[in-house]
C-alpha cells in the first residue's frame, strides 16, 4: 500500500527548486501551510528529512539530491498518463522548462519559440540562459526538460542528439587596419599571433570551440580580456580592443551594420555542432517531442 501521494512529490520537486515554501506554493497552487503540511508528511513517510534549513530557504540535502531526479521523472511519467486518458479532451496549459547557452539563447531559439507558441497557443516556455557547462547541470539535476548547447558534450550521463552545425568566424573592427591585411591576402598564423585576443568565459562552448578551432594552430595568443558575454565583445571589438572568434549568427548584424569585418585568414573552416541533451532514459511527452521537432525543422 502507497503511503506517499504525488502531490507530496510536485511540493518536493516546487521546494527544490524554488528554495522556499512561499514559491512553491504559488508553482503548485497551494497554500503555504499546505505546502509546509505536505512536505513534513513526505519527510515522516520518508523516515528522513529531504532538506537543510538554513535561515528562511530550504535547500536540498544529500538524500533529497539523490531523489530529485528520480521524483522529476514520476511526475513527468504521471503527466503523460494523464495526457493519454484525455487525449480527446481540451489541451491544458503546458510549461516546459528550457535551459541554452548564450549564443543559442539570444539568437537561434527565439524565432523558433515564437513560431511554437503560435501553433501552440497552451504552451508556456521557462527559458534559463547560462554557458554550456551550466545548461548540461540544469539538464542533469532535472532541473528543466530539455537542454540546448554549443560544442561538444563531456556529460556520459545525458542523451546527446546532434541539432546543427554552427560557423566560426574572425572578428576585427570595421576600421582595423587588419581588416585591409586580410583583404589584400589571408592573415597568417604568425600575424595572429600578434592580435589581441578577447574570449568568452571558462566553461563557455564558444570559447571551447575557439579553444580548439584557433589555438590548436596558433599555440600562444595573448589574452587581454575574458568577457562572460559575446555581444560585450562585439562593443569591445568594434570600439579596437583587439581580435576575437564568435558565432557568425552574433557577428553578422555587426557586420551588416558596418561596426564590425570578418577576417580572412590561413586557417581551416571553423564549425561546431549545435546539440540538444536530455536526461538519459527521460521519455519525452508529446509537446516536448513537439518542440523538438520544431528545432530540427527550423535547421
Known amino acids: 500500500m502507497l503511503h506517499l501521494s504525488l502531490r507530496q512529490w510536485e511540493v518536493f520537486c516546487a521546494i527544490a527548486q524554488s528554495g522556499s515554501t512561499v514559491a512553491a506554493a504559488n508553482a503548485v497552487g497551494l497554500s503555504q501551510s499546505a505546502v509546509s503540511a505536505a512536505l513534513q508528511q513526505l519527510e515522516t513517510g520518508m ?17 533529497g539530491r539523490s531523489l530529485w531526479p528520480e521524483a522529476q521523472a514520476l511526475l513527468e511519467q504521471a503527466q503523460l498518463l494523464e495526457q493519454a486518458t484525455r487525449a480527446t479532451a481540451p489541451a491544458a496549459p503546458v510549461q516546459l522548462r528550457l535551459a541554452a547557452s548564450t549564443t543559442i539563447a539570444n539568437h537561434v531559439l527565439p ?8 501553433r501552440y497557443e497552451q504552451v508556456r516556455f521557462d527559458v534559463v540562459i547560462g554557458n554550456t557547462r551550466e545548461v548540461a547541470q540544469s539538464v542533469t539535476d532535472a532541473r528543466v526538460d530539455l537542454g540546448f548547447i554549443e560544442g561538444a558534450s563531456h556529460w556520459t550521463e545525458l542523451e546527446v542528439q546532434p541539432w546543427r552545425d554552427d560557423e566560426l568566424v574572425l572578428i576585427a573592427a570595421a576600421g582595423d587596419t ?15 599571433r600578434a592580435c589581441r585576443w578577447l574570449l568568452r568565459e571558462e566553461g563557455s562552448g564558444t570559447r571551447e570551440a575557439v579553444e580548439f578551432a584557433v589555438l ?3 599555440h600562444e595568443w595573448p589574452v587581454v580580456a575574458v568577457l562572460g558575454s559575446s555581444e560585450a565583445i562585439c562593443t569591445a571589438v568594434a570600439r579596437g580592443a583587439g581580435i576575437s572568434c ?8 555587426w557586420v551588416d551594420r558596418g561596426e564590425l569585418a570578418i577576417l580572412a585568414t590561413e586557417l581551416p573552416a571553423m564549425q561546431r555542432p549545435f546539440s540538444l541533451l536530455q536526461r538519459r532514459g527521460k521519455k519525452r511527452s508529446p509537446v516536448l517531442q513537439a518542440l523538438v521537432q520544431a528545432c530540427l525543422d527550423a535547421a
Open 111 to 118: 524565432p523558433i519559440l515564437a513560431g511554437f507558441m503560435q
Open 216 to 218: 590548436s594552430h596558433l
Open 246 to 253: 564568435l558565432s557568425r549568427v552574433i557577428a553578422q548584424p
Open 47 to 63: 523516515g528522513a528529512q529531504l532538506f537543510a534549513r538554513t535561515g528562511k530557504r530550504l535547500v536540498l540535502n544529500d538524500l
Open 178 to 192: 587588419l581588416v585591409q591585411h586580410a583583404r589584400q591576402a589571408p592573415l597568417s598564423v604568425q600575424e595572429l
